[in-house]
């Protein structure tokens, strides 16, 4: 069965730090561009960084870039999330998702698979 399920996010105070997990099973990341999003209360699902399949490039999203690092692990079939200085703003469900292409994927165009999101609340 074609999976992804995200993991690590929780509550946590502004300007603390949290590490997302997406873990793949029943086929391999090696060959998919990864991307992350978020959708946030009352808000539409916004694109947050991407990672190609092979040589490594990396896309953040104005709002996050300096304070988010992706990074993949093949394998351990893995993709994850740093997420370093969080806002209150930052706060909403993160989700994975794969595209053969990474400037597809960079583009918000999702052809492969979605995880079910993990929830990051960034809050005093």
């Known amino acids: 069965q074609v999976q992804l399920v995200e993991s690590g996010g929780g509550l946590v105070q502004p300007g603390g730090s949290l590490r997302l997990s997406c873990v793949a099973s029943g086929f391999t990341l090696d060959y998919y561009a990864i991307g992350w999003f978020r959708q946030a209360p009352g808000k539409e699902r916004e694109g947050v960084s991407c990672i190609s399949s092979s040589d490594g490039i990396t896309y953040y999203a104005d709002s996050v870039k300096g304070r988010f690092t992706i990074s993949r692990d093949n394998f351990k079939n893995s993709v994850y999330l740093q997420m370093n200085s969080l806002k209150p703003e930052d706060t909403a469900v993160y989700y994975c998702?794969?595209?053969?292409?990474?400037?597809?994927?960079?583009?918000?165009?999702?052809?492969?698979?979605w995880g079910k999101g993990t929830l990051v609340t960034v809050s005093s």
């Open positions: 998702a794969t595209d053969p292409d990474y400037k597809s994927l960079v583009a918000g165009i999702v052809r492969g698979s």
